[in-house]
Nanobody, 118 residues
Framework: QVQLVESGGGLVQAGGSLRLSCAASGRTFSSRIMGWFRQAPGKEREFVAA????????RYAGAVKGRFTISTDNAKNTVYLQINNLKPEDTAVYYC???????????WGQGTQVTISS
């Protein structure tokens, strides 16, 4: 089974940019869907973006549309989340996850903290 490790988080001023990485190790399957989620303090985990390993068929949450870009690098078995024009409300732990063909996310990374200062 694939294992996921996130990196790239940190403390950034509002208006800045970050690129989060999700490195997948072990056996990967091209049919699976890769997604990014986030969880702010005191709130439930929410969907951010998703993509197929092929790079075709992206989907974004309305709150991040236009500022976030999800992409893949198959040669490196890595999924990225480019975040531009960061806002204080983007502060959260960001998680990478993998779903089967039905959209059920069954594999999760440990998360990376993103903190935005105003």
């Amino acid at each position: 089974q694939v294992q996921l490790v996130e990196s790239g988080g940190g403390l950034v001023q509002a208006g800045g940019s970050l690129r989060l990485s999700c490195a997948a190790s072990g056996r990967t399957f091209s049919s699976r869907i890769m997604g990014w989620f986030r969880q702010a303090p005191g709130k439930e985990r929410e969907f951010v973006a998703a993509i197929r390993w092929s790079g075709i068929g992206t989907r974004y949450a309305g709150a991040v549309k236009g500022r976030f870009t999800i992409s893949t690098d198959n040669a490196k078995n890595t999924v990225y989340l480019q975040i531009n024009n960061l806002k204080p409300e983007d502060t959260a732990v960001y998680y990478c996850a993998s779903a089967d063909g039905t959209g059920t996310y069954d594999t999760w990374g440990q998360g990376t903290q993103v903190t935005i200062s105003s």
